[in-house]
């Protein structure tokens, strides 16, 4: 028959269950994560520009795009004007779009300029004609 095997304790057992060790791994375990928290703030800290101007950049573009949808009429002055476009031939003026109120008031100048000439037709035709 074979002999049977005595069960052999670890070397650390009569160690392992100290209340010193058990303080000591739970310490050891609370440096770990503080030292991968670390860590990721380290890397958060160095990314953050990179981060913030990437942000920057879309919220430009967003803006961009979002104006542009506002009113795609050229001339319009509900859209912001995109000024990425413009910058090749600076020296020309810039396209005005007349207001309401011009536009009213040239309308009203040509039925007056109109209303005259009509009664400078019908003077001269009863001075020339009549006399």
Known sequence: MVPKRRKTDPPNAGKAGTPLDARRRSLAEEEAKLREQMEQNQ???EDAPKIARERARQRSE???TRATRTDARPGSRAALIDRRFYEVNVAAPA???RLRSE????RLLF???LLLFCAAIF???Y?????
């Open 111 to 113: 039925f007056l300029l």
């Open 43 to 45: 890397k958060l800290i």
């Open 123 to 125: 003077w001269l035709y």
């Open 95 to 97: 396209q005005h779009r």
């Open 62 to 64: 967003e803006l961009i």
């Open 103 to 106: 536009r009213r008031q040239g």
């Open 127 to 131: 001075t020339v004609i009549h006399s």
